[in-house]
């Protein structure tokens, strides 16, 4: 923003920008407000969802757990159709109801009774009663062409007085079990259990074959149907403790169903709802502050609702009440010092570029003495390398010289001692023996020590140098290797130094890091470049690559490779293995290319050695 000169104009100029940064401020402010109250919100819907769910599921357990009470009982009567009353409830006090199902009141087994057995059947009902002859008759009156009669009844004391009652005569509950006579599932009857106007209980039941019937179509089913197994459970039990980790003053859970208006056959269509359940009858409905979600349950056709309902406030912290007000008051704030923050840049922007032109001159000069300093330790790594190389060359010399000599001469001095001991001095023979094996390992850590300061195959040459390399890796780690040099290269010490040592580091990432099964080496030169590839069949290289701390191996190569003033590209891919390729420049390296010279004579102490 250019500054003006008129004081005037530069006082309007602040107030209409200040103006601007209010505005601003407010409406970023009324925008976190309302974002920040509509987040909160949805956050508190997606616990009371997932509140419902529980409910539900918790529900949907019960009534299952219910539904196995009745198959389990069922299993009483595949043992034998003549099931006693003392049987059954010997069985049914097994179960401990009041322990293990604390919502169950009973379990009963209701006879199908056809009108031509039913004189036999109140016999043989009422003597097993009580055993004193008095004749009970089916309830109520009447004769029918079958009846579905309650015949045990458990536990027995409270529901004594509901054997011998016909409960197919009512004109719903006769449409239900014959449903579930012809198709063999468990239903749930719909119709509560009620003490006066007051609902306290519900019931499901589960129609009972002959088990040595066949029941695999509805013919079957009718033929072999032995009566209905039911049980009766309370609607307080059913709810029992699904809201005992929920806020119960805010908290609303009420269980209805839909029954039929009538019993009468001609009234088929009308319904009405009932409530089964409501822990907070005297509640009024608040739909704005409220959650609420209506879901099923039960099962067998004729299951139930629920009616979940939280107060939004119960689901609020004290800070989600004051968390959008904080938005609102913080996105103001931030939004004013941001503004105030554009304009002092804006204001200073020639400045800024003023510093940035001197900075820039200053980041250019620290980068001329940055890369003049870089060349000076390249020199100075070059002239370290080439010392290190002297140094080990000349190690290795007289090791061989000085060292080698002496173990040679002290090997043959034992072997013959060895050799005339060995018939009249069997002992000393064997010490001698054992002096003798311990110089020829002594022999070979020092000519491994040589190999390793300064291989002497490099006086032959690079590419005898390269195969023997390779040849000793594939001995010693059973990773195939290929050679592929189409010439014989004479480079000068240096360079054939830098490209075995090269070979070396990349050979030994190989085994340590590829897991690989075969290396390609490949040597080439041309009139501008000597070049080496070193490619493997291994993972790859990781993400991390050489940046690893305290992994110079890559790094080493590099830098090995830029003193000579050559180039080293790697490449890799997973599980495509990895592929170091170096080129040197063949100036003031390449001394020949041609047929392998002669090998000079070995001095005769190498053979050991």
Not at 318 to 331: H, K, N, V, Y
Request: net charge positive.
């Amino acid at each position: 923003m250019r500054m003006t000169s008129n004081p005037v104009k530069r006082i309007k100029s602040i107030k209409l920008g200040s103006w601007l940064g209010a505005l601003l401020s407010l409406s970023v402010g009324a925008g976190l407000y309302v974002s920040t109250s509509q987040a909160i919100e949805n956050d508190a819907r997606t616990r009371f969802d997932h509140m419902a769910r529980q409910v539900q599921s918790t529900l949907d357990g019960r009534f299952k757990t219910y539904a196995d009470v009745l198959r389990g009982t069922a299993s009483l009567f595949l043992t034998t159709d003549q099931v006693t009353r003392d049987a059954f409830r010997r069985y049914v006090a097994g179960l401990d109801l009041s322990h293990n199902f604390p919502g169950v009141e009973s379990i009963n087994f209701a006879h199908y009774v056809r009108d031509a057995e039913r004189d036999r059947f109140e016999a043989q009902m009422l003597q097993d009663i009580d055993g004193r002859g008095r004749v009970a008759a089916i309830r109520p009156k009447g004769r029918r062409a079958d009846y579905t009669v309650l015949s045990f009844v458990e536990p027995g004391a409270a529901w004594l007085d509901r054997v011998g009652v016909d409960i197919q005569t009512k004109w719903g509950a006769a449409m239900l079990l014959a449903q579930s006579r012809d198709t063999g599932e468990v239903f749930s009857t719909g119709a509560p259990i009620q003490s006066g106007s007051t609902v306290i209980g519900l019931s499901m039941r589960l129609p009972v074959y002959r088990a040595d019937m066949p029941i695999q179509d509805v013919p079957q089913r009718r033929a072999a149907y032995l009566g209905s197994l039911g049980i009766g459970f309370t609607v307080e039990g059913l709810a029992r403790g699904v809201l005992d980790h929920m806020p119960k003053t805010a908290t609303r859970l009420v269980i209805s169903g839909m029954l039929p208006a009538s019993n009468r056959p001609e009234a088929t269509g009308a319904y009405q709802r009932t409530v089964f359940f409501d822990n907070r009858p005297d509640a009024v409905p608040d739909e704005e502050a409220e959650f609420r979600a209506l879901l099923p349950v039960g099962f067998g056709g004729r299951g139930w609702d629920i009616d979940f309902t939280v107060s939004k406030r119960s689901l609020y912290s004290s800070l989600d009440s004051a968390l959008p007000w904080i938005a609102m008051l913080a996105g103001m704030i931030g939004t004013a010092l941001l503004y105030a923050l554009f304009q002092t840049l804006s204001s200073s922007r020639l400045r800024a570029i003023g510093i940035a032109e001197e900075m820039t001159g200053e980041l250019r000069a620290s980068e001329a003495k940055l890369q003049k300093t870089n060349d000076n330790l390249r020199r100075l790594a070059a002239h370290a390398e080439s010392i290190k190389e002297s140094e080990r060359k000349r190690i290795a010399r007289e090791i061989h010289d000085d060292l080698g000599q002496n173990l040679l001469a002290l090997r043959i001095e034992v072997d013959l001692l060895a050799s005339r001991t060995d018939a009249r001095h069997p002992r000393l023979h064997t010490r001698a023996r054992w002096m003798l094996e311990q110089i020829d390992a002594t022999i070979k850590s020092v000519r491994q020590i040589i190999n390793d300061l300064r291989p002497n195959v490099l006086d032959l040459g690079l590419t005898a140098a390269v195969d023997w390399q390779i040849a000793e890796f594939q001995r010693r780690t059973g990773v195939a290797c290929e050679l592929v040099s189409h010439n014989d290269l004479h480079v000068s010490d240096r360079c054939a130094t830098t490209l075995f040592r090269i070979l070396q580091e990349s050979l030994t990432n190989v085994s340590r890091h590829a897991r690989a099964t075969k290396v390609r080496v490949e040597l080439a030169v041309d009139a501008e470049s000597i070049s080496m590839t070193v490619s493997d069949n291994g993972i790859g290289l990781s993400k991390a690559g050489g940046q690893k701390p305290g992994s110079f191996g890559l790094v080493g190569i590099e830098e090995r490779v830029r003193i000579l003033g050559g180039k080293c590209i790697i490449t890799s891919g997973p599980n495509a293995g990895t592929t170091v390729h170096v080129s040197i420049p063949a100036a003031n390296n390449l001394l020949s290319v041609g047929h392998a010279p002669t090998p000079a004579p070995v001095d005769p102490a190498y053979s050991d050695l």
